[in-house]
Structure formats: C-alpha cells, structure tokens
C-alpha cells in the first residue's frame, strides 16, 4: 500500500542502527505582562531584536513585516522563537549529552531575558496555558506555517457541533515542555509502549495546565485542546495511543489512520479537512483552503506525505528521535525535572516496563490509559487512587535515578525537586 511504503520511509528509514545518546531539549513559556494586562506583543518583537542587536544571536526567520521570529544563538546553535502566537516564546536547544549542558546554556539567556522583561512590566512564567490568554492579542505569527495552522483548527467551526472545545486558537496560548531521544529500531517499540502506559501517571506528577476562568474540572486542560480539536477529529492523530504495538509493521499500520490536512501547491501552503494516510490516495479531488480562505481543489500527489505529521504524545519524528511531548510546561525551578523523568526512565526501560504491568490502579481501571490520564490529572483524586500513586511515583522516581546513575553525569541531582 503506497501510503504504508510513504510513512516507512518517512519515519522509520531515518533511525540510526546505533545512534549516540543525544538529548534534545525545548521549552515553550508564556511572555506574561506582570500589570495583569495582555501581554504587548510589541515588547515580545523587541525582545528577539534586542537578541539580535546586543547580545550577538543571528536572525534565522522574520516575520511578514520584518520582525525576527526565530533567532539562534551562533555557538551552541540553539533557536529562541515564537511558538504559534508571539504570546509564547519557545527555546529549542540543540542535542546535547547531558542534562547539565542545556540547563546552563538555558540559565546564561535567562540572565539575559528576564532583566530585558521586567523592565518592560514582563516576564517568562511557568505555566502550561497563558494566564492572560483570555484578554492576549492571539493572534498567529505572520509566517505562513502558524497562520496555515490556527485557520485549520478553525474548521472546527464548520464541522459537527458538540464534538470540539469551542478554543481553535489554543495554539496561541498553551505550552509544553519536551524532550527527545535518540532511538533505534530495538528500541522504538518498547519506547512507545512503555511510554504510552506510564501517561497516567505523568499526569499526575506534571500537569500544569489550569484553564485560568473556564471553570474545566483538570489541571491538564492541554490535553482537552489537542484531543477535542481538529487534529483529534481521527482518535488514532493525537493523545495516547490506542494499543500496544506488536512490532514496527504494526506501528505503520496505527500511522496509516493518522491524518493529513496540509500540503504545499504552486509554492503556497493549503489545508483541508484531515483525512485518513490510508484514504489519501482514494480521493480523486480533495478540495482545500489557501491563506485567504479560498477554495481550491487539489490532487494527491506522494509529496504530499512530506508534510504528515501526527500528534501522539510519544511522537516518532523524522529524525530518528521520540518526542514526548504531553508534559506541560513546569515552574522555572522544576523545568528541568521531567527532562530527567524521561530520560532516566529510558535509560531504565526494561524494569520500568516489568513494573507497570504489574501496576494495580491500571487493573483497576481495564488499562484505560486516556480515561486515567484525565482521572489523575482532575483537580480532586480520591484518596484510595492517590495513595497509590503516591507509592508508584516513589518507585518511578528511584527507576529514573537508577537509570541517570547508569549513564554516569550525575544528572540525578534533577530530580530531587521531584522527590
């Protein structure tokens, strides 16, 4: 089946037969006016301009009126950008060897971001949605890739009514805290499933995502936005995955009922409403949408998968790393504690899988692992289920320590916040 050959090729070609243990490290934090006004986007340019200007980081994008959106800083190659909105400002360290490599880079723009913010009544806060993203000016970047983004969540709008939140533009207002690591094919499989069962748990430790005045009953209102919205219109695009993997055929198998619903024609970029990777080649004309909101029918073409991407929460990217990206953005204290989390843990996979099978709460609940996530993360647990994960957060804590001592860089000292 071409669309199966396509998504082989895409994501399981370029794993590494033996890929060295990089870490890749990204951090989204909202850009908050401390008077309890929006936050001037004005000052948000200014900062990547004073970057640029004083503090020798070169421009990498601008904007279509000429901003900086993307700067990077030119010895570590690490980018400080516009996440969707220029509410958010996002750092995206290049791969590294340790967690104590990224964690002072990260300090050294600290130092030099935060004095520029207060002085402009700003500042990065750590919180996984925007505490003003009621009253911000949301509006995307101007590069084509986020305006293309929030218009296609906004079909939402034409879809079946009741199925979606009524909040298209969360993209402009939620934040996440990822990393990735580096995989091979021995290990892709296990990675997802061990992963993929340790969700509820993670939620319980790491959600930070209050909708501030929505009155939503969760302190993970990020995962709402992604499953509720136009990228979990096909259940299989988003979230948790649905099943254990059996191998990688299987796993090509799940990516072919994930969703495609951008591409790029006569150089400009289209959206469509998602269709299935299995169905693309069944259509004879797919009609899509440009910048401006008018119609155009397009064909499929095999190019066309360039531009897939699914929305798992262990996500296999197209450079042979596992994204995991569910965790919300943490307080500035504690960001660097679910990089150690994940990477610990990895470094641990085989007895962390041992014990989450045997896990009592996942009995419990029939290894519904989405119905738990959203169960943990509920701003009141009853008490019997916290206990226990009280105790099994204990345990994972001491796996992931296990597994930061077995790699030799002392990188455990980041999960004392944790203990």
Not at 142 to 163: C, F, H, I, N, W
Not at 279 to 300: C, H, M, R, V, W
Not at 392 to 419: D, T
Request: glycine fraction near 6%; charge should be neutral; aromatic fraction near 14%.
């Amino acid at each position: 089946m071409r669309s199966k050959e396509l998504l082989y090729n895409r994501y399981i070609k370029p794993i590494k037969t033996a890929p060295k243990a990089y870490i890749g490290v990204e951090f989204e934090f909202p850009i908050v006016n401390t008077l309890g006004n929006a936050t001037d986007i004005t000052v948000s340019k200014e900062l990547l301009a004073y970057l640029v200007e004083q503090h020798g980081f070169q421009s990498v994008k601008k904007d279509e009126d000429g901003a900086h959106v993307q700067i990077m800083e030119p010895i570590s190659g690490d980018s400080i950008l516009f996440e969707v909105s220029y509410n958010i400002l996002e750092f995206a360290f290049k791969k590294s060897l340790t967690i104590q490599e990224v964690d002072k880079r990260f300090k050294n723009y600290l130092t030099i971001i935060q004095p520029y913010l207060h002085h402009h009544s700003h500042e990065l806060q750590g919180w996984g949605v925007h505490p003003h993203w009621a009253i911000n000016d949301n509006r995307p970047v101007a590069l084509p890739r986020y305006q293309m983004l929030l218009s296609y969540l906004a079909l939402s709008d034409k879809e079946q009514t009741g199925v979606f939140h009524s909040y298209p533009n969360y993209g402009a207002f939620i934040c996440g805290n990822q990393v990735q690591l580096d995989i091979s094919k021995q290990t892709l499989i296990p990675t997802l499933n061990r992963f993929n069962q340790l969700e509820p748990i993670k939620a319980y430790l790491f959600a930070n995502s209050t909708f501030w005045g929505s009155g939503w009953n969760t302190r993970l209102s990020r995962d709402i936005f992604w499953e509720e919205s136009m990228h979990g219109k096909h259940m299989e695009n988003t979230g948790l995955y649905t099943r254990r993997f059996t191998g990688i055929d299987d796993f090509i198998n799940y990516l072919d009922r994930t969703s495609l619903f951008t591409t790029m024609r006569d150089g400009k970029m289209v959206y469509f409403s998602p269709i299935r990777a299995k169905d693309y080649f069944s259509k004879s004309i797919i009609e899509a949408y440009d910048l401006q909101g008018d119609k155009i029918n397009i064909t499929p073409r095999e190019e066309d998968f360039y531009y897939h991407r699914s929305y798992n929460y262990e996500d296999l990217t197209t450079r042979g790393t596992v994204e995991f990206r569910s965790t919300c953005t943490q307080s500035l204290d504690k960001n660097f504690v679910p990089v150690a989390f994940h990477v610990g843990l990895f470094n641990n996979l085989e007895k962390l899988g041992d014990y989450l099978d045997n896990f009592s709460l996942y009995q419990k609940y029939n290894h519904d692992y989405r119905k738990m996530r959203r169960l943990f993360a509920g701003t009141t647990i009853s008490k019997e289920d916290k206990k226990e994960l009280e105790v099994a957060s204990a345990h994972l804590i001491q796996m992931a320590e296990e597994g930061l001592k077995n790699r030799g860089f002392s990188e455990e000292v980041y999960l004392k916040n944790l203990k």
